[in-house]
């Protein structure tokens, strides 16, 4: 092939996305499941952004991601700016990283003092080793804090595909004993739970495992996590990172097709057959979706917007 030839073939890749546009139909069953999503930041990120209320619906639940070494008054801060454009703000509290009760006492007060916080994701973390005296989300629940100050809602880490922290084997056993602590717990508490899931790329897998949950029992609503659009490199490397197994396989059958290679992963296939599953089951335990925008907060706010008609429409455009 001639340089110019590599070149037309390079850019008709490039292009590839483009002969589509302009012809998008939304589909009524996404629309519907994506209503009331909910989407992940950190204060880094959400430094970035000018205006959350020009790219996400009024009312979104903002996850706002904890990391290790993240200092708490930044998180407060993004969590008191965030509630002041009108968002349900839902930090994280990771165990292995707070000290003692002391200290998640002070969380909980600075986050309600200054954001007006009353809703919390509870997780072990990410760490190998705990900072203090709590190693996983039961601990932290089990400390009454969170009830004594009034949150309302807590939601705690589900993992479709496994957790090898949790269960080195590669098994399950005590990801599920924890899941049934968990049901218990909300069973005899005021708490509206909710399992907040790592993010996967096959449906199929994520359908099975909600069907199993339900039934053994476990009725807590599943906020199923979603990769959003996002370079498949990056994907791939935060795949590996978080643990996601099965669904793997299907950034790494992407990779092989050239069509594709250059262009950016988006999650509309593994959306589309949730939603539909979820349309044709209306019991389907899965509520709610929740993004994890790894290719960056503005490209999957604008990828909601484009398929999820009126369940995405930004809060500036809805004033009035």
């Known amino acids: 092939m001639t340089p110019k030839g590599v070149w037309e073939a390079v850019m008709a890749l490039l292009n590839f996305k483009k002969r589509d546009e ?20 950190m204060p880094r990120t959400a430094e970035k952004v000018e205006d959350f209320r020009e790219i996400l619906p009024e009312g979104t639940r903002v996850y706002i991601a904890h990391i290790e070494g993240t200092p708490i008054t930044d998180m407060v801060a993004t969590a008191k700016r965030l509630a002041a454009d009108g968002f349900n703000v ?17 969380w909980i007060a600075r986050y309600q003092g200054e954001a007006n916080v009353r ?23 089990e400390t009454g804090l969170f009830d004594k100050a009034g949150f309302d809602r807590l939601h705690v880490a589900g993992h479709p595909e496994g957790n090898r922290d949790i269960d080195p084997d590669g098994g399950d056993a005590a990801v599920m004993d924890a899941l049934r602590w968990k049901q218990a717990f909300a069973e005899r508490t005021d708490a509206q739970m909710a399992l907040a899931t790592q993010f996967a790329f096959d449906a199929d897998p994520i359908i099975a495992w909600a069907d199993r949950l339900a039934a053994e029992g476990i009725s807590l609503p599943i906020h199923i996590g979603i990769a959003g659009p996002a370079k498949l490199q990056t994907l791939i490397k935060f795949a590996i990172a978080c643990g996601v197994g099965p669904s793997l396989k299907v950034l ?27 349309a044709a089951n209306p019991d389907f335990n899965i509520e709610r979706v929740h993004f994890f925008p790894l290719g960056g907060i503005k490209t999957n706010a604008q990828w909601a917007i484009e398929n999820g008609g009126r369940a995405a429409v930004p809060a500036a455009q809805t004033q009035g």
């Open 252 to 278: 790494q059958k992407r990779a092989m097709d050239v069509s594709k290679l250059l262009l950016p992963y988006e999650p509309t296939e593994v959306v589309a057959k949730l939603a539909a599953h979820k």
């Open 90 to 106: 839902m930090p994280h509290f990771p165990a292995r990283i707070i000290k003692d009760a002391a200290t998640l006492g002070d």
């Open 22 to 41: 302009g012809v998008r139909t939304l589909d009524p069953k996404i629309e519907a499941f994506l209503q009331d999503y909910s989407i992940e930041v």
């Open 119 to 141: 809703q919390a994701l509870l997780l072990a973390g990410g760490v190998a080793q705990p900072h203090g005296d709590f190693h996983s989300s039961m601990q932290l629940m």
